[in-house]
């Protein structure tokens, strides 16, 4: 869902929507995500501290209140990416990728 800023809350959404889907999620025995940690907002971590705990994980939370959350958002608009700014501005005030049309 497009509307995450990172994909610690992402990545859980899509676990149970794809569990609700009947999916079985099962534990890699092999790393296939790593990540360094820097604590707070130290160095460039800041943009990801604060996006989740704040409007990330307002919106799991808002989503999952609901216990059948996950099976009434099986689905979801494969567009949905097109609502989203094409800058993260919380990360990059300029733009520095290529704008979509």
Do not use: M
């Not at 990172?6 to 790593?34: T, W």
């Not at 990801?48 to 958002?73: C, M, W």
């Not at 990416?81 to 005030?93: A, I, Y």
Request: contains cysteine; charged residues 25%.
């Amino acid at each position: 869902d497009c509307q995450y800023e990172f994909n610690n809350h992402a990545v859980h959404d899509l676990s149970f929507r794809s569990q609700a889907n009947g999916s079985v999620i099962y534990n890699s025995k092999f790393p296939v995500y790593l990540g360094s940690h820097c604590p707070g907002t130290s160095d460039d971590h800041a943009p990801v501290h604060y996006a989740q705990l704040g409007p990330d994980s307002e919106l799991f939370n808002k989503t999952y209140i609901d216990p059948d959350a996950a099976f009434k958002r099986i689905k979801l608009d494969y567009n949905n990416w097109k609502s989203q700014p094409t800058v993260w501005k919380r990360r990059f005030s300029e733009p520095t990728l290529p704008l979509r049309k």
